[in-house]
C-alpha cells in the first residue's frame, strides 16, 4: 500500500536526489556536483517521502510559489520507475490537498526529458504554456513545458464574479498596470 509522510529527513532526501540514475535528471548546468549538493532546509518546503509499504519509492519536493501554488520536483528511485510510480503521482495530489494549503501544484519539465514530459501527463497534470530557451543543459537552452493540476473543487472565480479584467484582455491590448 503506498502511504506518503512529510520528511525532514535531510540526509535521505540527499541520498534520494544524489542517486546516479536521478541526479543528472534532475539538475542543471547551475547545478553542483551530486557529492556537493545538500537540499534546502527551510520549513517552508515540503520533503513528502512515498512508500510502497516499508519500502522507499522516492522523494517529492514541493516549493511554494504562493499560499496556494507549489511548484513539484519528482525523485523516483529506479525500483519505482514504472507502475508503482504511476500510481504514487496520481495519488500524492489527493494527500497534498488533505495535509497543505495547495490548490494548485505545478511543474517545468525540460522538452529533452521525454519520460518526465509523459510521467507529468499521465499523472494527470495539463500542458498550459512553454517557457521557451528557460533551461541549460550541457551548454544547450532548451524549452521548459509548464503542466499543472488543480484541486478540483475549488474551480477559478470568472472574470465577471471578481469584476476585474482579464489578463488576456490585458495583454492583449497592450495595457500596463
Known sequence: MIRFERSFDYELVRRVMTNPAIYPH????????AGEYR??????????????????LGIWMFCP??????EVHTCLLPSAWGERGQIAARLLP?????????RRIVSNVPTTNRLALHFA??????LFAVNEASYLKYG??????????????????SEAE????????????????
Open 65 to 70: 510559489q504562493n499560499a496556494v501554488c507549489w
Open 94 to 102: 489527493l494527500w497534498i490537498w488533505a495535509n497543505t494549503n495547495c
Open 39 to 56: 537540499p534546502i532546509e527551510h520549513e517552508a518546503i515540503w520533503y513528502v517521502a512515498a512508500y510502497d509499504g516499508d519500502e522507499l
Open 162 to 177: 471578481t469584476g476585474s479584467e482579464s489578463i488576456a484582455e490585458t495583454v492583449g491590448e497592450g495595457k500596463r498596470g
Open 121 to 126: 501527463a499521465k499523472a494527470g497534470m495539463r
Open 26 to 33: 534532475i539538475s542543471d548546468d547551475g547545478s553542483p556536483l
Open 140 to 157: 544547450q537552452l532548451c524549452d521548459q513545458a509548464m503542466f499543472g493540476l488543480s484541486k478540483p473543487t475549488e474551480p477559478a472565480r
